[in-house]
């Protein structure tokens, strides 16, 4: 399983756009990159997931370059209720997803 | 449409008792999960099942066992607790192994 390495933690003042980048350096060839995002006291939550170049929905934009070894989450704006922490994971086709420690956002007022 | 409903929410045990942890989703995913999640740690892999009928180990599963009691259920069960077994526990569901997961919203428990 490819292993991700991402920020522990990251702080950012309201309005600001966040960018975390996460390494994946022995991603395979049908390897997909996902994120996740979960709030206190609850469990996470799907933000965001892509294979090659970009992919933007309403909550982020994720940017992938073409060696496929690192990607970076984009949060436009952040607000105080983006407080949270952003997981980036491998998904391997036909295995559980692994969650690290992700990267806790604090967004400050 | 509940998602996938953790039962209970909160629990306290002594440790060597037992309880099973219940799990059940309404969105007809194959695939079901159990995390761990520590303080200031990320989610840890107890037992998933890939489809009804079938459960394999993840990367914690000593002192749990599970069962896929169908479709929609997956239980988990810790038969004699341990003060180290004290944490929040995730159930999760999904289409497909690695995409589209949906989390209940946790089980807190402390083992005394």
């Known amino acids: 399983l490819a292993k991700t390495t991402q920020p522990i933690s990251m702080d950012s003042y309201e309005g600001q756009e966040v960018n975390i980048t996460c390494s994946h350096n022995?991603?395979?060839?049908?390897?997909?990159i996902t994120w996740y995002q979960q709030f206190p006291s609850q469990g996470p939550r799907f933000i965001i997931q892509g294979y090659k170049t970009k992919v933007t929905n309403e909550v982020a934009s994720l940017f992938i370059p073409a060696d496929r070894k690192s990607s970076t989450l984009s949060l436009p704006r952040v607000s105080l209720s983006d407080t949270a922490v952003y997981y980036c994971l491998v998904s391997t086709l036909n295995t559980p997803l692994v969650f690290g420690k992700g990267t806790r956002l604090s967004v400050i007022a | 449409n509940a998602g996938v409903t953790q039962t209970p929410k909160f629990q306290v045990l002594k440790t060597g008792q037992s309880m099973t942890l219940q799990c059940a989703q309404d969105?007809?995913?194959?695939?079901m999960y159990w995390y761990r999640q520590d303080p200031g740690m990320g989610l840890r892999l107890i037992y998933y099942?890939?489809?009804?009928?079938?459960?394999d180990k993840g990367e914690v599963p000593n002192g749990y066992n599970v069962s896929r009691l169908n479709k929609r259920e997956f239980s988990l069960r810790l038969e004699s607790a341990a003060p180290s077994q004290t944490s929040v526990y995730f159930c999760?569901?999904?289409?497909?192994?690695?995409?589209?997961?949906?989390f209940g919203s946790g089980t807190r428990l402390t083992v005394v």
């Open positions: 099942s890939a489809s009804e009928g079938t459960t």
């Open positions: 022995n991603i395979a060839t049908n390897d997909y």
């Open positions: 999760a569901s999904s289409e497909a192994q690695n995409y589209g997961y949906t």
């Open positions: 969105m007809n995913h194959n695939s």
